[in-house]
């Protein structure tokens, strides 16, 4: 069983639509969640960076952690066509490297 | 924007040949990393510097090796490139936890 497993899509979801994209992982030392944002031919990108259990929000963007099933999940309200990309999530321990999902490719229509 | 720099961004070249992928940053970090990832798959982690003169190998094996000569600069060579070395590169650059990627060299060997 790999330490992250996250449903590679593709999704496709109409404009405005609201997205949800989730990761499960196996390790309950993992403590720091991050979510990325990977554009076709691009190096990825931090979006959401969290520590703790809940929901942080950042513009359209919540990234919801719930230790206790070991899963997390990014909500993208009113998703726009520039939000087409692959999404990573990633975590790690207090010590450890950070350990990368293998991504959700994610596809706004117009 | 961070400032990681990766070139070529395209290569293509034939069995044996050797080559160096150049990864450059201007912020200063002290931590380093090389990814690999193939479409669909997750990244993994191939080679990691902590600082000047030290560099470890990462969880997934690899035929390549780096040096860490100056804070700036990590590249990452292969003596003899194989088909098998086929896949995207990623170096990044890290502060704390966020790591800040550079756009990445899609390497293509015959």
């Known amino acids: 069983q790999k330490e992250v497993e996250q449903d590679p899509g593709p999704l496709s979801v109409p404009e405005g639509a609201i997205v949800s994209l989730n990761c499960t992982y196996s390790n309950s030392a993992f403590q720091y969640f991050m979510w990325y944002r990977q554009y076709s031919r691009k190096g990825p990108e931090l979006l959401m960076y969290t520590y703790s259990s809940g929901n942080k929000e950042d513009g359209r963007f919540t990234a919801q952690v719930d230790k206790s099933s070991k899963y997390i999940s990014l909500f993208i309200r009113d998703s726009q066509p520039s939000d087409s990309a692959t999404y990573l999530c990633?975590?790690?321990?207090?010590?450890?490297?950070?350990?990368f999902g293998p991504g959700t490719s994610l596809s706004v229509i117009p | 924007e961070a400032d990681i720099y990766q070139t070529p961004r395209y290569l293509v070249i034939g069995t044996g040949k050797k080559i160096t992928l150049e990864c450059s940053q201007t912020m200063g970090h002290d931590k380093m990393y090389w990814y690999q990832q193939d479409p669909g798959m997750e990244l993994h982690l191939i080679h990691y510097s902590y600082g000047v003169n030290s560099t470890e190998k990462g969880d997934l094996s690899s035929e390549s090796t780096v040096s860490r000569i100056r804070t700036e600069h990590f590249p990452l060579t292969l003596e003899s490139a194989r088909p098998s070395h086929t896949s995207q590169y990623l170096c990044?650059?890290?502060?704390?936890?966020?790591?800040?990627f550079g756009p990445g060299t899609r390497l293509t060997v015959l």
């Open positions: 990633a975590m790690k321990t207090s010590y450890d490297k950070v350990i």
């Open positions: 990044a650059g890290a502060a704390g936890d966020e790591q800040f």
